[in-house]
């Protein structure tokens, strides 16, 4: 895939291409990532699976800390593996980008990296405020260089505030945001979701602002700078509890798997370890269908069990009976037989379940991808599908400095004798200095 001729390498018109035939829909679009961990990452993914020619921007003196993300030098006989080349962490959520290494604390380093600036449609990035100001490549220096170019910064508590210099990811966000008080089981404390999800729900957001951003410079001709706080893009998730209490001064509890307008709800135990199903009753008549399966007249017929209110209040109880029908049965029997009883039901997929899943297979969502290091591996495809201009995955995540000669020759215009000279200064290379 050659950079400098994607722009204009199109045979046949938007309406000549065959349905499923096309570029990608941001093929062209040059991004420059200098983001890390999970949030900025995931935002760049999308804009590599969807086309974009994104360059993943480290220094052998500050690899991508995902890198380390379980990584360990692992040996094979004679053969000696780069741990910090087997994260699955980083090679899942950094395929379909080129890499490049550069060191941004050198004159030199940044240097070349406001050449690239000069020829870049985004500069994405996740550090606090202060890294981009202290390398004098904030917003308004890189602007000058290209006004077209949008910026989009991803800091845990935006560009400005007392908390703007805090360093912050998905937990600490996830928690400054209000979440782990509404998360958890009513005898117990505040809980975490279990995963570092806010910063991928920070990334999605901070596309959305992105592509706005974009379609507006291609109607003024002018880019922007995009200050987008991931506290407070995962905020926007907690409007229903938030306007409750302002409304009624209500704070919600902790409630577990139970819901506040569907009962009884609940992740069931099935035949085998750790295998489990969900079930959900939404109506009276989903009620007494679940009666009717589980042979249970005794529920059915009981008053304080005719309506929502009173499930919820007996919820112990019922849970305790549905557990017991469920944990005879494997999660996909008990699955099947309940939505065949009108009662919405669903087994809970491990993750060896999810890759061999027959529903995604039949959506060609699973595929497989070789790379250097860790050889054939699975791999989500883009969750949209375009009729027209479909995701791929191209190539998968770069292996430290993968990109450097050919990146920097197209982009920054360097040549033989100023790349060596780069090499030999460390401002490039391919070999971490430090890890972790």
Known sequence: MRIADRRTDSAASDDDRQEGAGPGALEGLKVLDLTRFWAGPALTEVLGN??????????????????????????????RTPGYEISPLYNAVNRNKFGVTLDLTRDAGRDVFRRMVAEADVVVENYTPRVMERFGLDYANLAAINPRMTMISLPAYGMTGPWRDFVGFAYPTEQSAGFPPLTGYPDDGPSLWGCAGADCIAGMIGLVGLMAALCWTQRSGSGQHIDLSQMEAISTFLGAPMIDYGWNGRTWARIGNADTLMAPQGCYPAVGSDRWVVVSVGTDEEWQALCRLLDRNDWAERTDLADYHGRFEAQLELDAGIGAWTSGRTDHEAAQQLQAAGVAAAPVLSGVDFLTDPHLAARSFITYVDRV??????HTEMWAKFSRTPASIRMPAPTLGEHNERILRELAGVDAAELEALRAEQIIGSVPTVLG
């Not at 991508?64 to 004679?78: E, S």
């Not at 290091?373 to 699975?378: I, K, P």
């Open 50 to 79: 969807m086309g974009a020619d994104v360059i993943k921007i480290e220094a052998i003196q500050a690899p991508d800390w995902w890198r380390a993300g379980g990584a360990r030098l692992t040996v094979t006989g004679d053969d």
């Open 373 to 378: 290091h860790v050889g054939r591996q699975a």
